[in-house]
């Protein structure tokens, strides 16, 4: 598995941050926010003509294990797994449970009410833009070497 672009275009609204390839190792490792991705080029850039090519970077990403803790976005602490119900269930009847599924390419998710018995239906599209937001690693990249673990 490679690191793609089309890894990296749904977390660019969400001011993802990168360690660079060479330094993943460093104890003072430059960390660079992504400003934009050049389809063409296959590059990355930061800013001020300082593009990379994706065998250069490695994004900062929580694994999904981070999903019950508790995280820091932008100042605020929360436990993903309780907005994410929230989102699922709006009116609170619903006291949904999350199963996430490895599959090939990534991860996907579905959930089901009450009871392991209840037919599982498919997260809505909001669910995802939530784990983009928030960073989390939806493709693999912590367990196939692409991207660093963002603690």
Request: proline fraction near 4%; charge should be negative.
């Amino acid at each position: 598995m490679e690191l793609e672009i089309k890894h990296l275009t749904n977390y660019l609204p969400y001011k993802l941050q990168f360690l660079m390839a060479s330094e993943h190792e460093s104890n003072d490792p430059n960390i660079d926010e992504l400003k934009s991705i050049d389809i063409g080029l296959k590059m990355v850039n930061f800013g001020w003509g300082n593009a990379k090519t994706l065998t250069e970077i490695k994004p900062l990403l929580r694994s999904l294990s981070n999903l019950s803790n508790v995280i820091n976005v932008n100042g605020e602490d929360f436990i993903p797994v309780n907005e994410l119900n929230l989102l699922i269930d709006e009116f609170g009847n619903a006291k949904p449970t999350i199963v996430i599924i490895d599959g090939f390419g990534g991860f996907y998710f579905e959930w089901y009410a009450r009871s392991k018995n209840a037919a599982r239906r498919s997260v809505p599209f909001n669910f995802y833009e939530k784990l983009f937001e928030w960073h989390f690693d939806v493709f693999s990249l912590i367990k196939n070497g692409l991207a660093t673990e963002l603690l």
